[in-house]
């Protein structure tokens, strides 16, 4: 049996594929095995997939149903006890396994393990900084108080023991995107984050990625399933309301008033900077001038994944 059970799931991405299942292949740690789970591709990405041979790649093609479900299908097909997911778009430094195999071996009641990423916009790599200091190689996490600056988990960095998920369950499927935050969510509740402090994986910033595309805010997370274990959890609270703030900007974007009323009337504003606060109240017009100036400093007009 592997040590890890690489999920890599794709939805038209014959333009990154290749070199995403290249970053895998190319591992200084050679026991894995990977499930690739196309999720109903209209593009060429299957035929690119089928042009490896290599023995330790399994594909198995599915209609197409969301990140959440194909997520779930690749974990429920797994034969190793650790899982490492990567998006179909995004890649791993050579040693990113290796690093991860280490960590589990120093920290073996250790469930969740995550490295640092660097983001590809265009032709610019960006490390990307977090709201916490960690001078060491290893350190463990409160997810929600790690993740006030940026996400200290990403569908791409983060490898789990597969008995983590008799607590906290599979992906959300009811949730077409922010289904990740879903469920960084539950284990945050569960557990405490190893992060190894290196940018081992490379999130690429695709235009067409689903995440930066679906303006859908009914499809986006609720957080409404967590409203009894924000009262009694203050670091919980405080990143609900900072994401709630997200999709209340976005509801704003979008004329959405009766989203923007449900995020809104469920955040707490203490947990917002005053910045935030001013933004919150702010018109369309003044959103939409403040994210041409920001894309004119040649950053992107949308959130990241998380």
Known sequence: MAFFSVIITVYNKEKHIQATIESVLHQTFKDFEIIVVNDGSTDNSEKTINAFSDKRITLISILNQGASNARNTGIKGAKSDYIAL??????????????????????????????????????????VTYSFNQAETYGLHNYFKASKKYTLITSSSVVFNISVLEKTGLFDISI??????????????????????????????????????????????????????????????????RNRYSLAIFSILKNDKKNYIFYTSNLDVNSLSLRQRLLLKSPKWILLLLLQLQSLGGGWLIYPKN
């Not at 778009?89 to 071996?105: C, E, F, G, S, V």
């Not at 557990?191 to 081992?200: A, D, R, T, V, W």
Request: some cysteine.
């Open 86 to 127: 990567l998006d179909g778009d995004d890649t791993w430094d050579p040693t990113y396994l290796q690093h991860m195999y280490d960590a589990i071996q120093k920290f073996p009641k250790t469930n969740i393990f995550a490295t640092g990423i660097v983001q590809k916009y265009k032709n610019n790599l960006t490390p």
């Open 176 to 241: 077409a995107t922010g289904e990740d935050t879903d469920m960084w969510i539950r284990f945050g509740l569960h557990f405490k984050i190893l992060f190894i402090n290196k940018p081992l994986a490379c999130y690429n910033y695709d235009d067409y990625s689903l995440s930066n595309t679906n303006f859908n805010i009914d499809k986006k997370p609720k957080f409404n399933k967590y409203f009894e274990e924000e009262k009694d959890n203050s670091d919980l609270k405080t990143f609900l309301d």
